[in-house]
């Protein structure tokens, strides 16, 4: 850790810094410039307290080395981690290092009979892991809030049938218990990336976390967040990039393509993109998935509806079931120029 | 609501669009122009399902007209809120309109006697609602957390002591039921401000709830949860401005000064700022503070520490009592100027 | 151009809002709904001012129709627009529609023998358009400023001698009419965006026009300053996205990789990207341009230097010789499958 | 300086950024962590090349220390500055330290009827400096331009008339020339903040200027704009804010009040704030106005029409002549509560 002094501050304040240092446990190394002294507190920085330092008389700022996040980092583990999906009565899918992998459905299951046709119709282009809200966090109390458990059992029923694992939202800590046996995947989503009650129920399970980056949240903050599942145990964890809010109002949230070279270079945890969300709007969402894998992502998660006019939630950014298998063509493409494989899938069953 | 079809949008689809209006119970009303045609859906906005008529065939994009939110809009409830902070054991403090308050304490409860001298010194100050955390919300894992429910009980027996109502905030649904009988007020964190499940919980209690804007959220956002926490009944919303994340690193937060008149001329709700969790330092927590009164709010929450160096959370932010107390001076003075009154306290009872 | 009333306009201002559009020779549609009116002036929307109307008494917002710019559309102009780069004493190189087109070279011409051998490497690796900066737009007016005129004829000679057009940025108006005849192709740089004269003075030439996006414009903004150059008869402008700014710190700009499939939706003008100067560093450059070509971009501008630690000027962003060459290579890939193809280059010219 | 290696960099890659430091003339002082070795450059961090260092092997970042502007910084200069404007026909009005100035007029100058009726009326409600646009920047090459130097002329005239220095944007380094000899003060819109040409040309002028905000530029940003002028010997440069560019879409622009407290710390010069283009809506105006002042401005530019739905730029964001002097009775209230005085202005001429 560095500490930057005022230009003018005293020998007592530059005194008590080097002091505060040395009862933490550290050595400070003193530079004494021309305009200020600037101090590097060396030894375990987990053991300083870079907010007490901040406090201190002359202290202009105070620059951390190390970064705050440690079982995230590439650091700490050098090689890409494979997140295993899936396992009991459904195969396994892998996600990360040279595997990539698709994960399609709709945005909310409504009934049983359009899961079964679109699950159908997703398995049939490609994808391998079956998704689908049966909680859905809505900006408005009047939208459409999910059918909950019972359309949880119906997930649960057609991705055993079709081989799928299935990959679920969980929005409240008293969810999890009757969740957790049912689910192959937690998805936890945007608005609840910080919601760290809810974190560290998912992280004490053994179930792998799709964790889904903040509105507002830096690649920082998203790799503190997955460090709260990571240290309660859980080494599952999928990054899941979905936009950012930024100033350009022609599409709904701006999806920052550059945080998926930044995340892979500083963590090894594999990393997908949410084209839909990240677009609302069908007519981008093609784009947007090859850029994500073209830029180095470990597949998509894809919103997918044969009648999206009819869908209760997000039908704009839904995908009609040809575009996305005229996709999965496009990204199967991609992902072997950069040295990645989409599973293939089991043929479907015969329902 | 307003739909706009493409410039080459056939017959065929605009008979679709005007068919789907009329079958949701509105009326169409056809605007064709040399280059588009705009169809205007009259009627009840809310039986209208914008997501359905937006993937129709040939629709370019769908402008509601009416605010998504109902029971936090002015013109639902033309006259400024006056929400009642405490009463049972602790006199009520009025927030709205006229009435001017000001929350103050410590960042978190760390013990009791840290607690009881600050409390002392904001009381003395001019503080009439008494903050302090006992659940912290922190991006690293590895950051103190918070001292629980028993912190909460120094909290409600120094608010009783001093006679101000306390203001704590809830982190998890499954904290409601212990903390509402303890507290006079709830406070939504920002990260929390689209945790759906908890606004729902907080809203079936009649406990007013000082409700943070994300970090991400625009004014419209902030007001829809809003209305999730008024459609459960409660009406005791007050709205906190915190700073947004904007590209400039010089300051923690951008404090969203125009959100205070918008938000006020959208809403009836009171409004009040919180300057320090913007700042992050304590050099800027007093002119934000004076900003956000003169730009028309109805007070201010603000962090309060008479050694910042030993706090265990954001210490750099904390005021000094003696800047506090001249703080409170020209924020009374201010007041003055745009017709709002801070209440004035009870002597400080001797401890 | 849709006009919504306040929820209790009198009918005086509705009248007088209906009187000032057709004053505008207009037609005003009412539709007067339960809680409030919406007039459609429908006409040529030229014809009507936005801001006249918005500024009328009980009027509560204008919501224009159309787009703000006309000869960028797609609408006036539906098939993509193929600029042509050179001719002359250099090839032509198409961009746009099918073609694809690589533009590279050092950040700033330091010498002639650093122009020399990067140009021969970027030559070599399969780029059509050299680029060199000799003016420089720095944020310091401590930092190298270019060096001018000297460098151009430099620029000039290396492009001719390697049959390829030449690409500078030009800064202020007083530079159009001594860079004209030299150049085969203007840059107009991020923070000269909406330097409006200097836009109006190249499109008074008929030499294309590089123009990057702002970093605070959004795509209609970028759009409307296209519309700048092309409203004084040249037609021949190329869009380059180079990211905006966000609040991700990690990485210079966000590079925007949405307005790719959004202003190519909006618009027939061709479109590249600039991934050296979104990333800020060379780790993240290759990760980007590839990204870009796969969301539907016709190209790239790119830094090279041989030794990136000796440039003068945004070293840490150049790729090295050997990495461009590795990337065109996965670029061209990426090209064939989106239906596009890079101009092969001539054999280098033997120096 | 500071220079964070890798936690794996090689003894080479240390020992090379050590004699590339001492070869620019500055002592390197190595701390070898556990984890990674930081070196520290000593000496006069204007000689170190930040980005050759940043190229070096090994490398992971760089870290300045010192500002990167100098004759804009506080360290330079501790006190206040008070710009003089006006001064020869006109008196002088001092902006800066505990003198406020109120800057008004129309947004563009349309004739000479409008702009002596309203010049009449910012002068009798309080305003000292008068403003009007000649030269109009606008994002549509199709809206009103602005009326040049005839326009000018009329400015110069009022000006003298009333006894109020003007200020009068350029936008090109051609106008320089000819504008000079008739301005008291030059303005600088958001858009031209890093026309660098432009700033060096008022730079090289001894008329003092007005340096609005980018609409994405940092507070550092800015200061290094504010350098470029002052470098060329002018040191007559006031800051502006005028809002930046976030996510939020209730505002045209966010004013970033927080930038007023930072800026006055990090410099000496004067600050102002524009709550006319920051807001774009006329109702807002007024609460922007007294924010900026209480967060410590040293004063506010503004729009004022007599009839906004006549002006042909920026009508809805035009005060109305009596709100205006309502504003200047509860702006010079504030500023006494800060300990700043707006300039009693003379009777106005009987015209």
């Keep these: 850790m560095i500490i930057v002094m005022n230009h003018n501050a005293p020998k007592a304040s530059i005194d008590r810094v080097v002091g505060e240092i040395e009862r933490m446990g550290c050595a400070a190394h003193l530079s004494a410039g021309r305009f200020r002294t600037v101090i590097g507190a060396v030894g375990e920085e987990g053991q300083i307290d870079q907010n007490h330092l901040a406090t201190l008389d002359g202290v202009e700022k105070v620059v951390p080395i190390m970064k705050p996040y ?23 899918v892998k996600v990360g290092g040279s595997h990539a992998a698709c994960i399609a459905g709709p945005c909310a299951v409504e009934n049983l009979e359009m899961l079964t046709r679109i699950a159908g119709k997703v398995h049939e282009g490609g994808a ?15 939208s459409f809030q999910g059918l909950g458990v019972e359309a949880l059992k119906w997930m649960r029923a057609t991705g055993d049938q079709l081989g ?10 008293r969810q999890v218990e009757q969740m957790e046996p049912l689910i192959d995947c937690w998805q936890i989503g945007a608005r609840n990336m910080q919601n760290f009650d809810l974190l560290r ?10 964790l889904k980056r903040g509105l507002a949240a ?10 709260y599942v990571l ?16 100033f350009e109002d022609s599409i709904r949230y701006s999806m920052d393509i550059s945080s998926i070279p930044v995340a892979r270079q500083l963590s090894h945890l594999p990393m997908i993109v949410d084209p839909s969300h990240a677009a609302g709007k069908r007519d981008y969402v093609s784009s947007l998935a090859l850029a994500g894998m073209a830029a180095g992502a ?6 997918v509806h044969y009648c999206p006019s009819e869908a209760q939630c997000d039908g704009p950014q839904a995908l009609l079931p040809e575009t996305f298998k005229e996709l999965m063509v496009q990204l199967r493409q991609i992902a072997a120029i950069l040295g990645k494989t989409f599973a293939e899938n089991a043929a479907p069953v015969t329902v």
């Design 70 to 92: 440690k079982l995230a980092s590439r650091e700490f583990h050098e090689d890409d981690t494979v997140v295993e999906v899936g396992g009991g009565s459904v195969p396994v």
């Design 128 to 142: 391998t892991i079956l998704r689908g809200g049966v909680y859905k966090p809505r900006t408005s109390p009047y």
């Design 164 to 173: 799928m694992p299935i990959c679920v939202e969980v929005m409240d800590t």
């Design 201 to 210: 129920e998912v992280g004490k399970t053994r179930k792998p976390v799709l």
């Design 218 to 227: 830096t690649v920082k903050d998203w790799l503190l967040s997955a460090e």
């Design 231 to 246: 240290s309660q145990g859980n080494r599952g964890v999928i990054l899941c990039e979905r936009g950012i809010k930024t």
């Design 298 to 303: 470990h597949g998509i998660i894809v919103e």
